[in-house]
């Protein structure tokens, strides 16, 4: 009796506390999903800030090019008289090139009830915004597209060019513009269906093979607007890898491009950063003809000229007849022995990086009835630039050092001046050329241009960069120039012009009838109005 008395109370103590403690689980486990709750409303706070902060920095990226958009119009002069802006009335349509699962370009016609119910303050939207031209960008010519497309797309400085032009190239080539340029041209032909039919041929302008040489090859056969790719390509760069012959069709693919890209007019084959003997020519390769090829830039090398064809440089030139500008290097281990004198009637610009003397001779045996021009990247040993000097000065016109520091240990432009005085201009970068003495023979010398570009290999030794100075200075003003009228300055003189040293020089020259003139518009032009 008193075990059942004891144990009554117990059981309903029990009964009494074991909901308590069900229903204290249940609260919180409420709780748990509640922070769980305020956690994410708190993600998707910050979330939804990072999104207003991107749509305001989105619609001040159209506002800035709504704004140059106007400028373009304002600066041609862009005007509707009767206010049509070539769109249809009851419709806009918006070109977009975006690719569907068939790979088909799409195209989205956008009504104008469909634009009114657009949120007006969308950066994306189809209305005009405060602020916004009057004009539609599809009033716009597809040249001036085409102009603004290629200028923004444009990596100065161009090294692709058949014409001569001071200075160029002799600078340091900038890798970066040139992949910012890439970029912003796959960038353009994704934005509208107008700018990809107006840069798909610029972004296929300039091609270099590397890896994945079977889609390049598939890609330059496709057909877009009734024409393949590959004869949009310009300018190839082809490096010798790809030509290797350790089988009979080991370099099948690379011909494959070339017989793709018919218009080229520039081709390169480059220096090769890895060893040379990585690559091996085991069987010969075949020719191909390049009857649109204006400027060549090649790097010899002798294992690769024998298997011929498109490895050998002397079959390259006589495939190439309208060739304009021509860039030579490496050693030339045997002089090659042919039948007939090579002849290129169009070659107007030679330009000699480090050769041999062997290199040297086999040069002087072609025919060259065109050549005007001629820049010297270095110093060739055992003088061999007089022998250029002798075969090809009387006809020259322009003779150029390049930026190298060879020019400082000798002195080089009496020697040209000796073996060219029919030159009629004459250009050097005046902190990298030992200054000559003064020069007493008669020269037809008319024009001569300095590039101020700093060696950072003299910068510390004043005495003698002064010295250079006064004696480059001296050779200028006191040297027999008789025909002399312009002197044109490249880069940043700006110190320099200061000095009293070159103030009383300018006053000589002008005593003269020699103008001082500064290049403007960038390196590669001059102002001729500008005189000292």
Same mark, same amino acid.
């Given at each position: 009796?008193?075990?059942?008395?004891?144990?009554?109370?117990?059981?309903?103590?029990?009964? +009494?506390?074991?909901?308590?403690?069900?229903?204290?689980?249940?609260?919180?486990?409420?709780?748990?999903?509640?922070?769980?709750?305020?956690?994410?409303?708190?993600?998707?706070?910050?979330?939804?800030?990072?999104?207003?902060?991107?749509?305001?920095?989105?619609?001040?990226?159209?506002?800035?090019?709504?704004?140059?958009?106007?400028?373009?119009?304002?600066?041609?002069?862009?005007?509707?008289?009767?206010?049509?802006?070539?769109?249809?009335?009851?419709?806009?349509?918006?070109?977009?090139?975006?690719?569907?699962?068939?790979?088909?370009?799409?195209?989205?016609?956008?009504?104008?009830?469909?634009?009114?119910?657009?949120?007006?303050?969308?950066?994306?939207?189809?209305?005009?915004?405060?602020? /916004?031209?009057?004009?539609?960008?599809?009033?716009?010519?597809?040249?001036?597209?085409?102009?603004?497309?290629?200028?923004?797309?444009?990596?100065?400085?161009?090294?692709?060019?058949?014409?001569?032009?001071?200075?160029?190239?002799?600078?340091?080539?900038?890798?970066?513009?040139?992949?910012?340029?890439?970029?912003?041209?796959?960038?353009?032909?994704?934005?509208?269906?107008?700018?990809?039919?107006?840069?798909?041929?610029?972004?296929?302008?300039?091609?270099?093979?590397?890896?994945?040489?079977?889609?390049?090859?598939?890609?330059?056969?496709?057909?877009?607007?009734?024409?393949?790719?590959?004869?949009?390509?310009?300018?190839?760069?082809?490096?010798?890898?790809?030509?290797?012959?350790?089988?009979?069709?080991?370099?099948?693919?690379?011909?494959?491009?070339?017989?793709?890209?018919?218009?080229?007019?520039?081709?390169?084959?480059?220096? /090769?950063?890895?060893?040379?003997?990585?690559?091996?020519?085991?069987?010969? %390769?075949?020719?191909?003809?390049?009857?649109?090829?204006?400027?060549?830039?090649?790097?010899?090398?002798?294992?690769?000229?024998?298997?011929?064809?498109?490895?050998?440089?002397?079959?390259?030139?006589?495939?190439?007849?309208?060739?304009?500008?021509?860039?030579?290097?490496?050693?030339?281990?045997?002089?090659?022995?042919?039948?007939?004198?090579?002849?290129?009637?169009?070659?107007?610009? !030679?330009?000699?990086?480090?050769?041999?003397? %062997?290199?040297?001779?086999?040069?002087?045996?072609?025919?060259?009835?065109?050549?005007?021009?001629?820049?010297?990247? +270095?110093?060739?040993?055992?003088?061999?630039?007089?022998?250029?000097?002798?075969?090809?000065?009387?006809?020259?016109?322009?003779?150029?050092?390049?930026?190298?520091?060879?020019?400082?240990?000798?002195?080089?432009?009496?020697?040209?001046?000796?073996?060219?005085?029919?030159?009629?201009?004459?250009?050097?970068? +005046?902190?990298?050329?030992?200054?000559?003495?003064?020069?007493?023979?008669?020269?037809?010398?008319?024009?001569?241009?300095?590039?101020? +570009?700093?060696?950072? /290999?003299?910068?510390?030794?004043?005495?003698?960069?002064?010295?250079?100075?006064? !004696?480059?200075?001296?050779?200028?003003?006191?040297?027999?120039?008789?025909?002399?009228?312009?002197? %044109?300055?490249?880069?940043?003189?700006?110190?320099?012009?200061?000095?009293?040293?070159?103030?009383?020089?300018?006053?000589? /020259?002008?005593?003269?009838?020699?103008?001082?003139?500064?290049?403007?518009?960038?390196?590669?032009?001059?102002?001729?109005?500008?005189?000292?």
């Amino acid at each position: 009796m008193s075990a059942h008395t004891a144990t009554g109370p117990v059981n309903r103590l029990a009964k +009494f506390l074991r909901p308590r403690k069900q229903a204290t689980a249940t609260e919180n486990k409420n709780i748990t999903q509640l922070t769980r709750a305020e956690k994410s409303i708190q993600v998707l706070s910050v979330e939804n800030e990072v999104l207003k902060n991107a749509n305001e920095a989105l619609k001040k990226k159209c506002g800035d090019l709504q704004d140059r958009l106007q400028q373009v119009e304002k600066r041609l002069e862009v005007e509707d008289k009767d206010g049509d802006l070539g769109v249809d009335s009851d419709e806009q349509e918006v070109d977009v090139a975006g690719t569907g699962a068939q790979g088909v370009d799409k195209r989205c016609t956008v009504s104008k009830e469909a634009q009114a119910k657009s949120e007006p303050s969308s950066p994306l939207s189809l209305n005009h915004q405060p602020g /916004m031209s009057t004009h539609d960008h599809q009033s716009l010519p597809p040249e001036l597209w085409l102009n603004i497309i290629r200028l923004a797309t444009y990596a100065p400085p161009r090294l692709d060019v058949p014409n001569f032009e001071p200075f160029l190239g002799s600078l340091d080539h900038d890798n970066k513009g040139e992949a910012d340029a890439k970029a912003l041209k796959c960038a353009v032909v994704q934005v509208c269906r107008l700018w990809r039919d107006l840069a798909l041929s610029i972004l296929y302008e300039d091609v270099k093979v590397g890896r994945g040489v079977q889609s390049l090859v598939e890609a330059l056969g496709k057909t877009y607007g009734g024409e393949q790719l590959g004869k949009c390509v310009r300018r190839l760069e082809l490096p010798y890898p790809h030509t290797g012959t350790i089988t009979n069709t080991s370099s099948d693919l690379a011909l494959q491009v070339l017989q793709l890209c018919p218009e080229i007019e520039t081709l390169v084959r480059p220096f /090769m950063q890895g060893p040379p003997d990585a690559v091996r020519y085991e069987f010969p %390769i075949r020719s191909h003809s390049f009857l649109n090829l204006k400027r060549l830039e090649w790097w010899h090398y002798n294992d690769a000229t024998r298997s011929g064809g498109i490895n050998s440089l002397i079959n390259v030139l006589r495939h190439s007849p309208n060739l304009q500008y021509l860039i030579v290097g490496g050693e030339m281990w045997t002089s090659p022995q042919t039948g007939n004198v090579l002849e290129l009637p169009a070659l107007k610009t !030679l330009r000699l990086r480090r050769i041999n003397p %062997i290199f040297v001779h086999q040069i002087c045996r072609w025919r060259l009835p065109s050549l005007a021009h001629i820049v010297v990247d +270095f110093p060739l040993e055992q003088n061999a630039l007089d022998t250029i000097w002798q075969v090809f000065g009387a006809r020259l016109c322009t003779v150029e050092f390049a930026r190298h520091v060879g020019f400082l240990l000798s002195d080089q432009i009496t020697r040209f001046l000796r073996g060219c005085p029919q030159v009629k201009t004459f250009n050097y970068f +005046f902190n990298f050329t030992s200054p000559p003495p003064i020069f007493e023979q008669q020269c037809a010398l008319q024009c001569i241009s300095l590039h101020a +570009f700093p060696c950072g /290999m003299v910068t510390d030794m004043i005495t003698e960069a002064q010295e250079r100075i006064r !004696l480059h200075l001296a050779f200028l003003s006191r040297s027999s120039f008789p025909a002399l009228r312009h002197i %044109i300055l490249y880069g940043d003189w700006g110190e320099l012009r200061l000095d009293p040293r070159f103030v009383a020089f300018e006053q000589t /020259m002008i005593s003269k009838g020699c103008s001082i003139e500064h290049a403007t518009g960038g390196t590669h032009s001059c102002n001729q109005s500008l005189s000292a």
